[in-house]
Nanobody, 125 residues
Framework: QVQLVESGGGLVQAGGSRRLSCVGSGRAFSSYSMGWFRQAPGKEREFVASINWGGGNRRYADSVKGRFTVSRDNTQNTMYLHMTSLKPEDTAVYYC??????????????????WGQGTQVTVTS
């Protein structure tokens, strides 16, 4: 059974920074691509960032490019999302997800099979 647990959410002022973590249980964490998604109130869940199995390839939504950085530490079964220059529109529940492949680090939810419970990030102006 694969479990993903996010942490690091909270209240932050606009312009500030926050680092989210996602710890995965189960074997073969390092074999799969991982992704971050978010869902704001009243909106559909959207792609934020993804990273391939080894961390050498990453992808970002245009809305976060240059401000967010996704990384992973396979020795700790952990993926991170370092968020800087936060804006009120970044307010959302952030979810991590494990992909079905190690090489495809897709922007589509359909490519991910396991999801965490989410962590709330609220950015105040």
């Amino acid at each position: 059974q694969v479990q993903l647990v996010e942490s690091g959410g909270g209240l932050v002022q606009a312009g500030g920074s926050r680092r989210l973590s996602c710890v995965g249980s189960g074997r073969a964490f390092s074999s799969y691509s991982m992704g971050w998604f978010r869902q704001a109130p009243g909106k559909e869940r959207e792609f934020v960032a993804s990273i391939n199995w080894g961390g050498g390839n990453r992808r970002y939504a245009d809305s976060v490019k240059g401000r967010f950085t996704v990384s992973r530490d396979n020795t700790q079964n952990t993926m991170y999302l370092h968020m800087t220059s936060l804006k009120p529109e970044d307010t959302a529940v952030y979810y991590c997800a494990r992909a079905t492949s190690g090489t495809v680090y897709s922007t589509s939810e359909k490519s991910y099979e396991y999801w965490g419970q989410g962590t709330q990030v609220t950015v105040t102006s």
